[in-house]
């Protein structure tokens, strides 16, 4: 019998929550990229319609970086037609990552209502990963944004290494707030802070937090986006919560966190996120059993288990 039958977890909810959270699903994009193995394009459709069906209703699909740099999601032209209809038929938001304006192109030629940006908080990072230091990359956004929003499109900016950088250390709060309020100002929708090597702590989420408030970032547009490398995932998403942030960044299963990966960040899972939520009485809309089925699923086509600790605890796999 599993937890759930038994009537655990038991709602005890706790003062100065939100009452409801929306759950930004990354798996089917942040985790699969961390893949060795390249999933074939049908498994990756069903996993996204396997994932709307358990509940959740913003479910990033795919990326429209070039293959060379991200070749386990080089398929985006295929996978997107083969899911797209979930937006019109059931309301689910499928956001998709874009790199620049070529990607732009890309994603709204298919369709796309919501995108993302992927920016950093850091020179190391930006010149590692977008070849541009950080001025550069947020001049190289603008274009992008200013087209998606003359075409309506919703505009979602990550903001890499917020809380720590593997190369330069701490990262200043008045640098991440500096990027933000650059993203804020060029017309991004929504800013996800993101915890890029797992350093942060509670403290540290809510006096970014606060800080971002006090400069006129509202708390509003910004989502939290956690790795679990030491084990803070869900102690910093708490924290955030309580500062009233009510958009949380998570990977089925943990997908993209894997320990048996090389590549392996910590992804928060999904369903050890929604276990504390249902606890806390926090309405997700998500069904925790089918959540797990869907990852037990997905874990067992990469051959390998979930890292996540309620998928295993839900469905006694090791």
């Not at 806390?280 to 874990?299: K, N, P, Q």
């Amino acid at each position: 019998m599993s937890t759930p039958e038994l009537g655990l977890p038991m709602v005890v909810p706790a003062p100065d929550l939100p009452a409801r959270v929306r759950i930004y699903e990354v798996g089917a994009r942040d985790g699969l990229q961390n893949e060795k193995a390249t999933v074939p394009t049908e498994v990756k459709a069903e996993f996204v319609r396997r994932l709307a069906d358990s509940g959740l209703t913003t479910i990033e699909a795919t990326s429209f970086v070039h293959p060379k740099w991200v070749p386990q999601l080089a398929d985006a032209e295929q996978l997107f037609p083969l899911v797209s209809d979930l937006g019109r038929s059931s309301g689910v938001h499928l956001p998709v990552l874009v790199p620049n304006e070529r990607g732009l192109d890309r994603a709204l030629a298919l369709g796309a209502r919501h995108v993302a940006l992927f920016a950093s908080a850091t020179e190391s990072f930006a010149k590692a990963n977008l070849n541009r230091t950080v001025d550069e990359s947020l001049a190289m956004f603008e274009p992008v944004v200013s087209r998606a929003k003359a075409d309506k499109v919703h505009v979602r900016s990550y903001i890499s290494m917020c809380f720590g950088d593997p190369w330069e250390g701490p990262v200043p709060i008045h640098q991440v707030v500096r990027v933000c309020k650059a993203l804020r100002d060029m017309g991004c929708d929504e800013l996800s802070l993101g915890d890029t090597i797992g350093v942060a702590t509670p403290g540290h989420v809510q006096t970014l937090l606060a800080e971002l408030n006090e400069e006129g970032v509202p708390t509003s547009v910004l989502g939290v986006h956690f790795h679990d490398t030491y084990g803070q995932a869900l102690a910093n998403t708490l924290a955030a919560l309580q500062h009233g942030v009510t958009t949380v960044d998570a990977s089925a299963g943990g997908l993209g966190g894997c320990p048996y990966a090389k590549s392996a960040t910590g992804n928060l899972a999904t369903e050890d996120l929604v276990w504390m939520l249902q606890g806390l009485g926090i309405d997700t809309g998500v069904d925790l059993a089918r959540l797990t089925a869907t990852s037990v699923w997905m874990a067992e086509r990469l051959g390998r288990p979930s890292p996540s600790r309620t998928v295993k605890a839900l469905s006694h796999k090791e």
